[in-house]
Every structure is written in structure tokens, then in C-alpha cells.
């Protein structure tokens, strides 16, 4: 495929700008609450999902590391692909008995240490790292309910102001039905899916994943563009 995406990531990166802004925000009013700092990978371990443009934007960055360095990341984000799916089977199963709410809480609670995250300690992709990382940190509020990291200073059961987490990823999924209205594809789940790190990092963007024929002739960016 040689779809040109940039715009779709040139308005995910002015979303990323936004999102730092308001954490940057938090953490001036809140210094004290807020623990995140160099060398911490708490949230590094957590494990989440991204929508489709987090993931084809963090492959695009992925793919510009030196071979070498790329394929002993992908060995990692093998096993760690088939630890979430572990975790996700027995998160179904429970599904059908336990509340929503407290498969959030387990899910919240299990360990999985990104493939991203280097011998050091520090993410390889920092700078392009996914929005959940980069709010992690800051009180979110997550099915009405507020949460933060457990690291942090803020106090359980008093009132702070949140993100809308659910708000933002209103907006990640709009952005993303814009690169399957570009490319022209029919897959209809794809409207909604999310995928771990390790898998986006795995995944090859090409036209047999979006279910393209080689003569479908859609062209990126014509109208799925920022609004002028």
C-alpha cells in the first residue's frame, strides 16, 4: 500500500498536543499529587488497548528504528501479545457473571510489561507514545467513575477534576472511521476495534488487511483531511 496518511496523523499529533497540554495543566495545579517523573514505568505495565490510528501512527514510528533493533522488539511484543490474550479470554469469560465495572478494576490490576519499554526502563517510542500513556497519571474518569494511577498523591474519595476519558476516545474513533473512509474499506468492525501495543507494533498496514482488492482505487486524504 502506498497510501499517504499523513494528514490523518498530522491531526492525530494536534490531538497529542491537546492531551499534553491538559496534563501539563493538572500537573501545575496538582505538583504535589502528580508523581510522574523520569525513569517511573508504572503505567508501562498496564494493559490497554489502541484504536486504529494510535496503532497505524505508532508502526509508522516503529518502522523507522534500525532493523536490528525492531526485531528483537517484535520477539517481545510476541509473547506479550499472547499474555493479552490470556488475559483477555478469562476477561470474556467472566464477563458473562462478574459486573463490567469490576472486570475494568481486574483488568486494571493484571501486569503486562509493554514490548516497547527497554532494558533501561525507558519507552523507545517515548515521544510517540500512545495518548493513555501520556494521561496516565492525572485523575480520569472512566464509565462515570474516577481513577488514578495508584502511584499518585491524589486521595481516594475526595474530588478532583477528571479527563473524560470516554470523550477522548470518541474522538480517536472518528479519526479512524477518516483513514477507513480513505481507503475505501468494507470491514465494519473495524469501525470500533482496539488492539494492544504489541499488536499494532506486529501488524503490517497493507492493503490485504484493510480487505482491498488491487484494483480498488481509494485514494488517503481527499476528504478524510482536518476541517479547514
Known amino acids: 500500500m502506498n497510501s499517504d496518511f499523513s494528514v490523518f496523523f498530522s491531526e492525530y499529533e494536534a490531538l497529542v498536543a491537546q492531551i499534553d497540554a491538559v496534563f501539563q495543566k493538572v500537573a501545575g495545579n496538582f505538583a504535589a499529587e502528580v508523581k510522574c517523573r ?12 489502541l484504536t486504529l490510528i494510535e496503532a497505524m501512527y505508532l508502526n509508522s514510528k516503529f518502522a523507522e528504528l534500525e532493523e536490528s533493533r525492531r526485531n528483537a522488539i517484535l520477539i517481545e511484543a510476541d509473547k506479550a501479545d499472547r499474555k493479552a490474550y490470556v488475559f483477555k479470554k478469562k476477561a470474556s469469560r467472566e464477563a458473562e457473571v462478574v459486573d463490567h465495572s469490576e472486570i475494568l478494576l481486574r483488568t486494571a490490576q493484571e501486569r503486562l510489561r509493554c514490548p516497547l519499554l527497554g532494558p ?16 496516565y497519571g492525572i485523575p480520569l474518569e472512566i ?63 497493507s492493503d490485504e488487511f484493510f480487505g482491498l482488492r488491487k484494483d480498488d482505487t481509494a485514494t488517503c486524504g481527499d476528504a478524510g483531511g482536518p476541517d479547514a
Open 38 to 49: 523520569q525513569g517511573c514505568s508504572d503505567c508501562c505495565h498496564a494493559l490497554f488497548d
Open 120 to 135: 533501561d526502563d525507558n519507552c523507545v517510542l517515548y515521544r510517540y507514545r500512545p495518548i493513555t500513556c501520556r494521561i
Open 143 to 205: 464509565g462515570g467513575k474516577s481513577h488514578t494511577c495508584g502511584l499518585s498523591g491524589f486521595e481516594p474519595g475526595k474530588s478532583y477534576p477528571a479527563v473524560k476519558l470516554e470523550r477522548i476516545q470518541d474522538m480517536l474513533l472518528a479519526l479512524s472511521n477518516k483513514v477507513l473512509d480513505s481507503v475505501g474499506s468494507q470491514y465494519s468492525d473495524f469501525r470500533f476495534m482496539h488492539v494492544p501495543v504489541s499488536s499494532a507494533l506486529m501488524t503490517v498496514y
